[in-house]
């Protein structure tokens, strides 16, 4: 199978999973990772078919989004080699979407290759900025989290089980938990000049939101 058929069909396996999100993750979200992987591979030697493949599935087996990861992990798997992909980089690719959450963070993550420091960069830029402050509050509400409450401070250290207690966080928390942090994680140059705008962008916002809650603007 050619390298065109096999991301064509990689493209609608991964739409066939994801479009029908509701928490900010669906294809749409697919497909601006994708667009920015391409843009950075452009200035990076990565394998193009293992950064795109990956981009394209990192989602599907998400253990914040399935009830099941291991069983989707065991689909995907059968799914590459249905068309064509070695063991070599059926291997990388399901290491790349195991291994690059910001939840792996928490802890002692694995090193990604160059390959899944891309789609990684791709993924967190999509959750900065404007687009970013518009899935926080979309991922929220599916959650039923509360806006904002100034007597919850932010968490400072939590492991992945306080981190995924949706219980004990507001949106807005969210931002400072986990948003603001990842522009120092990028880890391309291309992802780091393009984080440093949407940070900026998102530290007016949470200045603008919270002079409006308290009626100061």
């Given at each position: 199978?050619?390298?065109?058929?096999?991301?064509?069909?990689?493209?609608?396996?991964?739409?066939?999973?994801?479009?029908?999100?509701?928490?900010?993750?669906?294809?749409?979200?697919?497909?601006?990772v994708?667009?920015?992987?391409?843009?950075?591979l452009?200035?990076e030697?990565?394998?193009?078919?293992i950064?795109?493949?990956?981009?394209?599935?990192?989602?599907?087996?998400?253990?914040?989004?399935?009830?099941?990861?291991?069983?989707?992990?065991?689909?995907?798997?059968?799914?590459?080699?249905?068309?064509?992909?070695?063991?070599?980089?059926?291997?990388?690719?399901?290491?790349?979407?195991?291994n690059?959450?910001?939840?792996?963070?928490?802890?002692?993550?694995?090193?990604?290759?160059?390959?899944?420091?891309?789609?990684?960069?791709?993924?967190?830029?999509?959750?900065?900025?404007?687009?970013?402050?518009?899935?926080?509050?979309?991922?929220?509400?599916?959650?039923?989290?509360?806006?904002?409450?100034?007597?919850?401070?932010?968490?400072?250290?939590?492991?992945?089980?306080?981190?995924?207690?949706?219980?004990?966080?507001?949106?807005?928390?969210?931002?400072?938990?986990?948003?603001?942090?990842?522009t120092?994680?990028?880890?391309?140059?291309?992802?780091?000049?393009?984080?440093?705008?949407?940070?900026?962008?998102?530290?007016?916002?949470?200045?603008?939101?919270?002079?409006?809650?308290?009626?100061?603007?």
């Amino acid at each position: 199978m050619t390298y065109e058929k096999q991301l064509e069909t990689i493209k609608q396996y991964s739409y066939s999973k994801m479009s029908s999100d509701t928490t900010g993750h669906n294809f749409d979200h697919i497909q601006r990772v994708i667009k920015t992987a391409t843009r950075i591979l452009k200035s990076e030697s990565a394998d193009p078919l293992i950064t795109l493949a990956a981009a394209y599935l990192h989602d599907v087996a998400d253990d914040k989004l399935v009830s099941n990861p291991a069983k989707l992990e065991a689909q995907i798997k059968d799914f590459l080699h249905s068309i064509d992909f070695t063991n070599e980089q059926i291997t990388e690719v399901l290491f790349i979407t195991h291994n690059m959450s910001f939840s792996k963070s928490l802890s002692t993550p694995p090193k990604l290759s160059l390959a899944g420091q891309i789609v990684q960069d791709s993924d967190r830029l999509d959750a900065i900025g404007a687009i970013g402050i518009i899935r926080a509050i979309y991922y929220g509400g599916a959650h039923a989290e509360t806006i904002y409450d100034p007597d919850i401070q932010p968490r400072q250290v939590m492991n992945k089980a306080e981190y995924r207690d949706l219980s004990n966080e507001t949106i807005i928390n969210h931002f400072y938990e986990k948003l603001l942090k990842l522009t120092a994680m990028m880890n391309t140059p291309t992802a780091k000049k393009i984080a440093e705008q949407r940070h900026q962008y998102m530290l007016n916002f949470l200045d603008e939101f919270k002079g409006e809650w308290d009626a100061e603007k």
